[in-house]
Protein backbone atom coordinates (compact mmCIF):
# COMPACT_ATOMS: atom_id res chain seq x y z
CA UNK A 1 0.00 0.00 0.00
CA UNK A 2 0.95 3.51 -0.87
CA UNK A 3 1.06 5.01 2.60
CA UNK A 4 2.09 8.89 3.11
CA UNK A 5 6.24 9.13 3.85
CA UNK A 6 5.07 11.19 7.09
CA UNK A 7 3.35 7.75 8.58
CA UNK A 8 6.02 5.76 8.06
CA UNK A 9 8.19 7.89 10.02
CA UNK A 10 6.10 6.50 13.08
CA UNK A 11 6.01 3.16 14.85
CA UNK A 12 2.78 2.26 16.29
CA UNK A 13 2.91 2.99 20.19
CA UNK A 14 5.03 0.10 22.24
CA UNK A 15 3.54 0.03 24.82
CA UNK A 16 -0.02 -0.18 23.05
CA UNK A 17 1.43 -3.59 21.22
CA UNK A 18 2.34 -4.97 24.76
CA UNK A 19 -1.07 -4.74 26.26
CA UNK A 20 -2.80 -6.09 23.13
CA UNK A 21 -0.91 -9.30 23.41
CA UNK A 22 -1.25 -9.68 27.35
CA UNK A 23 -4.68 -8.98 26.71
CA UNK A 24 -4.72 -11.48 23.85
CA UNK A 25 -3.25 -14.09 26.33
CA UNK A 26 -5.54 -13.47 29.01
CA UNK A 27 -8.60 -13.85 26.32
CA UNK A 28 -7.63 -17.77 26.26
CA UNK A 29 -7.73 -18.05 29.86
CA UNK A 30 -3.89 -17.55 30.34
CA UNK A 31 -3.31 -16.03 34.16
CA UNK A 32 -0.25 -12.80 33.68
CA UNK A 33 0.79 -10.66 36.17
CA UNK A 34 -0.13 -7.59 34.57
CA UNK A 35 2.35 -4.84 34.61
CA UNK A 36 1.71 -3.63 31.44
CA UNK A 37 -1.42 -0.53 31.75
CA UNK A 38 -0.50 2.84 32.17
CA UNK A 39 -4.19 3.65 33.98
CA UNK A 40 -5.41 3.55 37.43
CA UNK A 41 -7.37 0.68 38.08
CA UNK A 42 -9.57 2.55 40.24
CA UNK A 43 -13.47 3.19 38.85
CA UNK A 44 -14.48 6.45 38.04
CA UNK A 45 -15.66 8.45 41.09
CA UNK A 46 -19.61 8.22 41.21
CA UNK A 47 -20.38 11.67 41.38
CA UNK A 48 -18.56 12.30 38.16
CA UNK A 49 -20.37 9.06 36.44
CA UNK A 50 -23.53 10.24 37.45
CA UNK A 51 -22.97 13.90 35.92
CA UNK A 52 -22.37 11.93 32.65
CA UNK A 53 -25.44 10.00 33.26
CA UNK A 54 -27.66 13.56 33.60
CA UNK A 55 -25.94 15.00 30.79
CA UNK A 56 -27.30 12.02 28.56
CA UNK A 57 -30.88 12.33 29.95
CA UNK A 58 -30.83 15.61 29.65
CA UNK A 59 -29.76 15.67 25.82
CA UNK A 60 -26.95 17.37 26.14
CA UNK A 61 -25.99 14.78 23.22
CA UNK A 62 -25.15 17.21 20.46
CA UNK A 63 -21.76 18.93 18.94
CA UNK A 64 -20.29 22.04 21.27
CA UNK A 65 -18.25 24.69 20.89
CA UNK A 66 -14.90 23.14 19.07
CA UNK A 67 -12.82 24.17 22.44
CA UNK A 68 -15.27 22.55 24.98
CA UNK A 69 -18.00 24.39 27.18
CA UNK A 70 -17.41 27.33 28.52
CA UNK A 71 -18.31 25.95 31.97
CA UNK A 72 -15.55 23.26 31.76
CA UNK A 73 -13.36 26.01 30.21
CA UNK A 74 -14.09 27.78 33.35
CA UNK A 75 -13.96 25.03 35.57
CA UNK A 76 -9.99 24.04 34.45
CA UNK A 77 -8.97 27.44 35.16
CA UNK A 78 -10.46 27.65 38.11
CA UNK A 79 -9.21 24.49 39.34
CA UNK A 80 -5.47 24.77 37.59
CA UNK A 81 -5.31 28.41 39.87
CA UNK A 82 -7.03 26.59 42.95
CA UNK A 83 -4.51 23.38 42.95
CA UNK A 84 -1.11 24.40 40.94
CA UNK A 85 -1.35 28.42 41.34
CA UNK A 86 -1.77 29.31 37.89
CA UNK A 87 -3.95 32.44 36.47
CA UNK A 88 -5.48 31.83 33.54
CA UNK A 89 -8.59 32.62 31.43
CA UNK A 90 -11.03 30.50 29.47
CA UNK A 91 -9.85 31.90 26.30
CA UNK A 92 -6.47 30.75 27.12
CA UNK A 93 -7.75 27.40 27.87
CA UNK A 94 -8.65 24.47 25.15
CA UNK A 95 -10.88 21.10 25.85
CA UNK A 96 -9.02 18.70 24.00
CA UNK A 97 -9.50 14.78 23.04
CA UNK A 98 -7.01 13.67 26.42
CA UNK A 99 -3.61 14.80 27.16
CA UNK A 100 -2.40 12.94 24.33
CA UNK A 101 -4.61 15.01 21.59
CA UNK A 102 -3.07 18.21 23.52
CA UNK A 103 0.38 17.31 22.85
CA UNK A 104 0.04 16.18 19.37
CA UNK A 105 -2.41 19.33 17.96
CA UNK A 106 0.60 21.86 20.46
CA UNK A 107 3.84 20.41 18.36
CA UNK A 108 1.40 20.36 14.97
CA UNK A 109 0.64 24.25 15.15
CA UNK A 110 4.75 24.87 16.87
CA UNK A 111 7.16 22.50 15.07
CA UNK A 112 7.78 22.08 11.32
CA UNK A 113 10.52 20.70 9.28
CA UNK A 114 13.89 22.26 10.25
CA UNK A 115 12.83 22.68 14.01
CA UNK A 116 14.14 20.91 16.79
CA UNK A 117 12.65 20.00 19.80
CA UNK A 118 14.30 18.74 22.96
CA UNK A 119 13.07 15.66 24.93
CA UNK A 120 14.70 14.30 28.33
CA UNK A 121 15.29 10.92 28.50
CA UNK A 122 14.07 8.51 29.31
CA UNK A 123 11.01 9.88 27.99
CA UNK A 124 7.03 9.15 27.26
CA UNK A 125 6.69 7.42 23.67
CA UNK A 126 4.89 9.71 22.04
CA UNK A 127 6.87 12.77 22.33
CA UNK A 128 9.23 11.47 19.87
CA UNK A 129 7.03 10.39 17.05
CA UNK A 130 4.85 13.12 17.31
CA UNK A 131 7.48 15.28 16.43
CA UNK A 132 8.59 13.28 14.02
CA UNK A 133 5.01 13.24 12.26
CA UNK A 134 5.06 16.93 12.56
CA UNK A 135 8.46 17.40 10.30
CA UNK A 136 10.90 18.09 13.42
CA UNK A 137 13.86 16.05 14.75
CA UNK A 138 13.78 15.30 18.73
CA UNK A 139 17.17 16.03 20.41
CA UNK A 140 16.95 14.01 23.66
CA UNK A 141 18.68 14.71 27.00
CA UNK A 142 19.33 12.19 28.84
CA UNK A 143 18.83 11.98 32.22
CA UNK A 144 20.35 9.64 35.28
CA UNK A 145 18.71 7.23 38.12
CA UNK A 146 21.53 8.73 40.65
CA UNK A 147 19.69 12.04 40.10
CA UNK A 148 16.21 10.31 40.43
CA UNK A 149 15.66 10.76 36.36
CA UNK A 150 15.20 14.17 36.94
CA UNK A 151 16.70 16.95 34.23
CA UNK A 152 19.19 19.96 34.74
CA UNK A 153 19.21 23.43 33.85
CA UNK A 154 22.61 22.87 32.50
CA UNK A 155 21.78 20.13 30.69
CA UNK A 156 18.80 21.39 28.98
CA UNK A 157 20.46 24.88 27.71
CA UNK A 158 23.62 22.77 26.14
CA UNK A 159 21.53 20.73 24.54
CA UNK A 160 19.97 24.15 23.11
CA UNK A 161 20.76 25.51 19.18
CA UNK A 162 19.36 28.46 17.32
CA UNK A 163 16.87 25.68 16.00
CA UNK A 164 15.43 24.28 19.10
CA UNK A 165 12.02 25.49 19.19
CA UNK A 166 10.26 23.59 21.87
CA UNK A 167 11.42 21.75 24.97
CA UNK A 168 8.48 18.78 26.63
CA UNK A 169 9.02 18.47 30.09
CA UNK A 170 7.01 15.81 32.11
CA UNK A 171 6.82 16.00 35.45
CA UNK A 172 6.02 13.44 37.23
CA UNK A 173 7.58 11.56 34.11
CA UNK A 174 6.06 8.37 32.37
CA UNK A 175 8.37 6.67 32.61
CA UNK A 176 10.88 7.08 35.19
CA UNK A 177 8.48 8.52 38.02
CA UNK A 178 10.96 11.18 38.02
CA UNK A 179 10.31 14.62 39.35
CA UNK A 180 11.44 18.12 38.40
CA UNK A 181 11.63 19.81 41.90
CA UNK A 182 10.14 23.08 41.82
CA UNK A 183 13.48 25.41 41.95
CA UNK A 184 15.23 23.50 38.96
CA UNK A 185 11.75 23.81 36.96
CA UNK A 186 12.46 27.33 37.50
CA UNK A 187 15.97 27.35 36.07
CA UNK A 188 14.97 25.49 32.94
CA UNK A 189 12.15 28.05 32.36
CA UNK A 190 14.75 30.86 33.01
CA UNK A 191 16.81 28.86 30.26
CA UNK A 192 13.83 28.48 27.51
CA UNK A 193 13.15 32.24 28.57
CA UNK A 194 16.88 33.45 27.96
CA UNK A 195 16.90 31.36 24.17
CA UNK A 196 13.07 32.16 23.37
CA UNK A 197 12.06 28.34 23.49
CA UNK A 198 8.77 26.83 24.31
CA UNK A 199 8.36 24.39 27.42
CA UNK A 200 5.47 22.55 27.06
CA UNK A 201 4.99 20.96 30.73
CA UNK A 202 2.89 18.19 30.45
CA UNK A 203 1.27 18.09 33.94
CA UNK A 204 -0.62 14.28 33.12
CA UNK A 205 0.25 13.03 36.93
CA UNK A 206 0.37 16.16 38.67
CA UNK A 207 -1.27 14.66 41.50
CA UNK A 208 0.35 11.57 41.91
CA UNK A 209 3.46 12.81 43.77
CA UNK A 210 5.01 11.01 47.04
CA UNK A 211 6.15 13.04 49.84
CA UNK A 212 8.23 15.57 49.93
CA UNK A 213 7.66 16.37 46.50
CA UNK A 214 4.12 17.72 45.79
CA UNK A 215 1.47 19.02 43.06
CA UNK A 216 3.39 21.77 40.96
CA UNK A 217 2.98 23.75 37.89
CA UNK A 218 5.60 25.92 36.07
CA UNK A 219 2.80 28.11 35.13
CA UNK A 220 2.56 29.18 39.06
CA UNK A 221 5.99 30.90 38.26
CA UNK A 222 5.71 34.22 37.47
CA UNK A 223 6.01 35.67 34.08
CA UNK A 224 5.55 32.41 32.64
CA UNK A 225 2.68 32.99 30.59
CA UNK A 226 4.69 34.00 27.72
CA UNK A 227 6.70 30.81 26.92
CA UNK A 228 4.52 28.35 29.12
CA UNK A 229 2.46 25.78 27.65
CA UNK A 230 0.45 23.14 30.23
CA UNK A 231 -0.72 19.94 28.89
CA UNK A 232 -3.49 18.35 31.68
CA UNK A 233 -5.75 15.71 32.13
CA UNK A 234 -8.12 14.13 33.75
CA UNK A 235 -7.40 10.73 32.81
CA UNK A 236 -5.38 9.63 35.59
CA UNK A 237 -6.46 12.40 38.28
CA UNK A 238 -9.93 11.30 38.50
CA UNK A 239 -9.39 7.50 36.93
CA UNK A 240 -11.23 9.12 33.86
CA UNK A 241 -8.79 6.96 31.06
CA UNK A 242 -11.56 6.07 28.72
CA UNK A 243 -13.90 9.16 29.23
CA UNK A 244 -10.58 11.23 26.76
CA UNK A 245 -10.91 14.58 28.30
CA UNK A 246 -7.35 16.60 28.47
CA UNK A 247 -6.95 20.50 28.09
CA UNK A 248 -4.58 22.91 27.40
CA UNK A 249 -3.44 25.84 28.70
CA UNK A 250 -1.10 28.77 26.67
CA UNK A 251 -1.55 32.30 25.35
CA UNK A 252 -5.03 33.16 23.72
CA UNK A 253 -2.82 33.55 19.87
CA UNK A 254 -1.87 29.77 20.58
CA UNK A 255 -5.03 28.81 21.86
CA UNK A 256 -6.98 30.37 18.77
CA UNK A 257 -4.45 28.22 16.47
CA UNK A 258 -5.72 24.76 18.48
CA UNK A 259 -8.61 25.71 18.12
CA UNK A 260 -8.38 26.16 14.31
CA UNK A 261 -6.70 22.85 13.93
CA UNK A 262 -9.57 20.97 16.16
CA UNK A 263 -12.06 22.51 13.89
CA UNK A 264 -10.82 20.74 10.74
CA UNK A 265 -9.85 17.56 12.62
CA UNK A 266 -11.70 16.04 16.06
CA UNK A 267 -14.47 18.92 16.23
CA UNK A 268 -15.58 19.17 19.88
CA UNK A 269 -14.40 16.49 22.50
CA UNK A 270 -17.34 14.33 23.77
CA UNK A 271 -20.36 16.35 24.63
CA UNK A 272 -21.28 13.88 27.62
CA UNK A 273 -17.53 13.54 29.03
CA UNK A 274 -17.14 17.42 28.84
CA UNK A 275 -20.18 17.61 31.49
CA UNK A 276 -18.63 14.53 33.48
CA UNK A 277 -15.17 16.51 33.56
CA UNK A 278 -17.48 19.97 34.59
CA UNK A 279 -18.22 17.47 38.21
CA UNK A 280 -14.56 16.34 38.50
CA UNK A 281 -13.10 19.82 38.41
CA UNK A 282 -15.94 20.99 40.43
CA UNK A 283 -16.44 18.12 42.87
CA UNK A 284 -15.12 16.34 45.86
CA UNK A 285 -11.12 15.49 45.25
CA UNK A 286 -11.29 12.99 48.23
CA UNK A 287 -10.56 10.11 45.84
CA UNK A 288 -6.94 11.68 44.90
CA UNK A 289 -5.36 11.12 48.35
CA UNK A 290 -7.15 7.46 48.72
CA UNK A 291 -5.24 6.24 45.33
CA UNK A 292 -2.40 7.82 46.07
CA UNK A 293 -2.24 6.23 49.62
CA UNK A 294 -2.73 2.82 47.61
CA UNK A 295 0.00 4.09 45.13
CA UNK A 296 2.35 4.77 47.61
CA UNK A 297 1.53 1.54 49.44
CA UNK A 298 2.28 -0.89 46.16
CA UNK A 299 5.33 1.57 44.82
CA UNK A 300 7.17 0.65 48.01
CA UNK A 301 6.58 -2.82 47.86
CA UNK A 302 7.24 -3.18 44.23
CA UNK A 303 10.29 -1.29 44.53
CA UNK A 304 11.70 -3.26 47.43
CA UNK A 305 10.54 -6.68 45.48
CA UNK A 306 12.58 -5.96 42.59
CA UNK A 307 15.77 -4.74 43.96
CA UNK A 308 15.53 -8.41 46.06
CA UNK A 309 15.95 -10.02 42.82
CA UNK A 310 19.57 -10.59 41.94
CA UNK A 311 21.00 -8.27 39.00
CA UNK A 312 17.86 -6.04 39.26
CA UNK A 313 18.36 -1.90 40.50
CA UNK A 314 15.25 -0.10 40.76
CA UNK A 315 15.19 3.47 42.36
CA UNK A 316 12.36 4.98 44.18
CA UNK A 317 10.36 7.30 41.72
CA UNK A 318 9.04 10.37 43.17
CA UNK A 319 5.77 10.39 40.92
CA UNK A 320 3.15 8.83 38.43
CA UNK A 321 3.00 4.93 38.83
CA UNK A 322 5.44 3.23 37.28
CA UNK A 323 8.59 1.07 38.59
CA UNK A 324 11.34 1.38 36.35
CA UNK A 325 14.19 -1.17 37.02
CA UNK A 326 17.23 -1.43 35.23
CA UNK A 327 18.16 -5.42 34.11
CA UNK A 328 21.20 -4.49 32.10
CA UNK A 329 22.86 -7.26 34.17
CA UNK A 330 21.13 -9.78 32.59
CA UNK A 331 21.78 -8.49 29.21
CA UNK A 332 24.05 -9.56 26.89
CA UNK A 333 27.62 -7.71 27.77
CA UNK A 334 26.20 -7.45 31.30
CA UNK A 335 27.65 -7.81 34.52
CA UNK A 336 26.40 -11.50 35.31
CA UNK A 337 28.39 -12.97 32.26
CA UNK A 338 25.57 -15.26 31.37
CA UNK A 339 23.00 -12.84 29.67
CA UNK A 340 19.36 -14.49 28.94
CA UNK A 341 18.38 -12.02 26.31
CA UNK A 342 20.08 -9.55 23.63
CA UNK A 343 17.93 -6.62 24.94
CA UNK A 344 14.77 -5.61 26.79
CA UNK A 345 12.74 -6.19 23.64
CA UNK A 346 13.64 -9.72 23.86
CA UNK A 347 13.54 -10.25 28.27
CA UNK A 348 10.07 -8.54 27.78
CA UNK A 349 9.12 -11.17 24.99
CA UNK A 350 10.76 -14.11 27.17
CA UNK A 351 9.00 -12.87 30.23
CA UNK A 352 5.76 -12.82 28.96
CA UNK A 353 6.25 -15.95 27.10
CA UNK A 354 8.07 -18.02 30.33
CA UNK A 355 6.95 -15.97 33.45
CA UNK A 356 3.45 -14.65 32.44
CA UNK A 357 4.82 -11.51 33.60
CA UNK A 358 3.35 -8.72 31.19
CA UNK A 359 5.62 -5.29 31.35
CA UNK A 360 7.48 -3.08 28.82
CA UNK A 361 10.78 -2.93 27.11
CA UNK A 362 12.87 0.14 27.77
CA UNK A 363 13.54 0.62 24.44
CA UNK A 364 10.45 2.79 23.42
CA UNK A 365 11.63 4.77 25.88
CA UNK A 366 14.69 5.52 24.65
CA UNK A 367 16.10 3.55 27.58
CA UNK A 368 17.76 -0.01 26.68
CA UNK A 369 18.63 -1.62 29.75
CA UNK A 370 15.52 -0.95 31.59
CA UNK A 371 11.88 -1.98 31.79
CA UNK A 372 8.90 -0.27 33.27
CA UNK A 373 6.35 -1.92 35.37
CA UNK A 374 3.15 -0.33 36.20
CA UNK A 375 2.02 -1.02 39.78
CA UNK A 376 -1.67 0.81 39.11
CA UNK A 377 -2.47 -2.94 39.40
CA UNK A 378 -3.64 -4.57 43.32
CA UNK A 379 -1.27 -5.39 45.90
CA UNK A 380 -1.82 -8.84 45.59
CA UNK A 381 -1.15 -9.08 41.76
CA UNK A 382 2.25 -7.43 42.47
CA UNK A 383 2.97 -9.60 44.67
CA UNK A 384 2.74 -12.57 42.36
CA UNK A 385 4.27 -10.57 39.56
CA UNK A 386 7.50 -10.00 41.80
CA UNK A 387 7.27 -13.96 42.86
CA UNK A 388 6.93 -15.07 39.33
CA UNK A 389 9.96 -12.37 38.25
CA UNK A 390 12.46 -13.64 41.32
CA UNK A 391 11.91 -17.58 40.03
CA UNK A 392 12.54 -16.47 36.66
CA UNK A 393 15.63 -14.87 37.43
CA UNK A 394 16.78 -16.71 40.16
CA UNK A 395 16.37 -19.83 38.13
CA UNK A 396 18.19 -18.51 34.77
CA UNK A 397 20.80 -17.15 37.64
CA UNK A 398 21.21 -20.91 39.11
CA UNK A 399 20.93 -22.64 35.92
CA UNK A 400 23.99 -20.36 34.70
C1 LIG B 1 3.30 11.30 30.06
C2 LIG B 1 1.93 11.20 29.52
N1 LIG B 1 1.40 12.26 28.92
C3 LIG B 1 0.17 12.23 28.39
C4 LIG B 1 -0.60 11.09 28.48
C5 LIG B 1 -1.94 11.15 27.83
O1 LIG B 1 -2.99 10.75 28.56
P1 LIG B 1 -4.47 11.04 28.04
O2 LIG B 1 -4.43 11.22 26.57
O3 LIG B 1 -5.25 9.85 28.47
O4 LIG B 1 -4.91 12.28 28.74
C6 LIG B 1 -0.09 9.94 29.09
C7 LIG B 1 -0.86 8.69 29.14
O5 LIG B 1 -0.38 7.63 29.39
C8 LIG B 1 1.20 10.01 29.64
O6 LIG B 1 1.74 8.95 30.26
Known sequence: MQLTERINRIQISPTAAVIAEADRLKSLGVDIADFGPGEPDFPTPDHIKKA?????????????????IMPLREAICAWHKRELGSDYAPKECIVTVGGKHGIFNVISVLVQAGDEVIIPGPYWVSFPDIVKYAGGTPVYVQTRPEEGFSVKAAAIEKAITPKTKLLILNSPSNPTGGVVPPDEYARILAVCKKHNVWLMGDECYSHFTYAPHKPFSIASAPDSKNNVIIIGSVSKTFAMTGWRIGYTLGPAELVQALTKLQSQS???????????AVAAMTGPMD???????????RRKRIVEGLNAIPGVKCEMPGGAFYAFPNVAAHLSGGESGH???MDTAELAKLLLDKARVA??????????GYLRLSYATSIERIDEGLRRLDRFFTRVEAAA
Request: aromatic share 8%; proline share 8%; hydrophobic share 40%.
Open 266 to 276: TSNPTSIAQYA
Open 359 to 368: LVAGEGFGAP
Open 52 to 68: AILAIEGNKTKYTPTGG
Open 339 to 341: AIA
Open 287 to 297: SIPVMLAEYDR
